[in-house]
């Protein structure tokens, strides 16, 4: 069963930091980009981060000073390592499942076909 799994999201102080996982199974997890997606409240869904099957990553303007995102091939599992927590990076994270043996691409959310349940993110005081 093709599946992603988010977890990791929380309440932090502005200024942590949080880890997210996305855990993957059901398909050649090698092969394929991962993508990161926020949704903020009342905001359409947006690209933030994303890695390809061999590993080259991609970062919305607005993180890329701030989050990382890494693989891990043999656990199947993506991370978004978010440091320097603004308020405005409140909202719920999406990973999904992008196109195999491609370069990862933020604003195409089409591409992505396979996504997960999310986890929230609150960033406040």
């Known amino acids: 069963q093709l599946q992603l799994v988010e977890s990791g999201g929380g309440l932090v102080q502005p200024g942590g930091s949080l880890r997210l996982s996305c855990a993957a199974s059901?398909?050649?997890?090698?092969?394929?980009?991962i993508g990161w997606f926020r949704q903020a409240p009342g905001k359409e869904r947006e690209g933030i981060s994303c890695i390809s099957g061999g590993g080259f990553a991609k970062a919305a303007g607005s993180v890329k000073d701030r989050f990382s995102i890494s693989k891990d091939n043999a656990k199947k599992t993506v991370y978004l390592q978010m440091n320097s927590l603004k308020p405005e990076d409140t909202g719920i994270y999406y990973c999904a499942r992008g196109r195999s043996f491609a370069p990862c691409e933020l604003g195409a959310q089409a591409l992505y076909d396979v996504w997960g349940q999310g986890t929230q993110v609150t960033v406040s005081s």
């Open positions: 059901g398909f050649n997890f090698d092969y394929y980009a």
